[in-house]
């Protein structure tokens, strides 16, 4: 079966610049969660989402970043005037369940100029 | 606070010799633990994981790892290394009463196989 997909893989964008990021989490799974990965750390979590419910935006850097999954499904992580310290790879995961294995997509590479 | 420690920035092993990757955890609650490998421009993939029961956990492509509770450690092993094994490798835990189930990551081990 499909795995977990995100678009677009990279993104270019200048100082100030909205972007909109998007996860296609595995069919089925209830649990959905963003990180944030800077150039040669761990992922840092962000936010949660059980289905369509956002029950942990604890990670969520400043009030730039924005996130949503409307119909329990697809996500879009949103960050308003983008900076130069928001270049980073965004990972997504999905699980069964909060505490079951994440699975990871590909990630999207934000560089902000 | 709650962190996840990996000693080792980079390690360097001849194919075929063994290998281990130290992860050392401080955490409140009662953990699971995952050992995840990512390749350059690629996303994570799950080699193994500890929820409870056995300590000692087989994973996919002949890695296995041991949770030692008394040591707040969950190393990696392998007993031969490939070249393909070069990659990143991340130590992540969990709260098994978390509802939200937000994984810690540590730094990762950048692996390198010598011919």
């Given amino acids: 079966g499909a795995g977990v997909s995100q678009s677009p893989r990279y993104k270019v964008a200048k100082r100030g610049q909205d972007v909109a990021l998007r996860c296609d989490p595995i069919s089925g799974h209830v649990s959905l969660f963003w990180y944030?990965?800077?150039?040669?750390?761990?992922p840092e979590f962000l936010t949660y989402f059980q289905n369509e419910a956002q029950l942990d935006k604890s990670g969520l850097p400043s009030d730039r970043f924005?996130?949503?999954?409307?119909?329990?499904?697809?996500?879009?992580?949103?960050?308003?005037?983008?900076?130069?310290e928001d270049s980073a790879v965004y990972l997504c995961a999905s699980s069964l369940g909060a505490v079951e294995t994440q699975y990871f997509g590909p990630g999207t590479r934000l560089l902000v100029l | 606070a709650q962190s996840v420690t990996q000693?080792?920035?980079?390690?360097t092993v001849s194919e075929g010799a063994s290998l281990e990757l130290r992860c050392n955890y401080s955490y409140g609650a009662t953990p699971y633990l995952f050992w995840y490998v990512q390749s350059p421009g690629q996303g994570l993939q799950l080699l193994l994981k500890y929820f409870s029961g056995d300590t000692l956990v087989q994973g996919i492509k002949g890695f296995e790892a041991e949770f030692k509770r008394s040591q707040s450690s969950f190393n990696l092993r392998k007993p031969s290394v490939h070249w393909s094994d070069a990659a990143e490798y991340f130590c992540?835990?969990?709260?098994?009463?978390?509802?939200?189930?937000?994984?810690?990551?540590?730094?990762?081990?950048t692996l390198q196989v010598k011919p």
């Avoid at chain 1, 924005?66 to 130069?84: D, H, M, N, Y």
């Fill in chain 2, 7 to 11: 000693p080792d920035i980079h390690i």
């Fill in chain 2, 92 to 109: 992540a835990v969990g709260a098994r009463s978390s509802n939200t189930g937000k994984l810690i990551f540590g730094q990762g081990t």
């Fill in chain 1, 66 to 84: 924005f996130a949503e999954r409307p119909e329990g499904s697809v996500s879009t992580l949103k960050i308003q005037r983008t900076q130069q």
């Fill in chain 1, 36 to 42: 944030q990965q800077a150039l040669g750390q761990g």
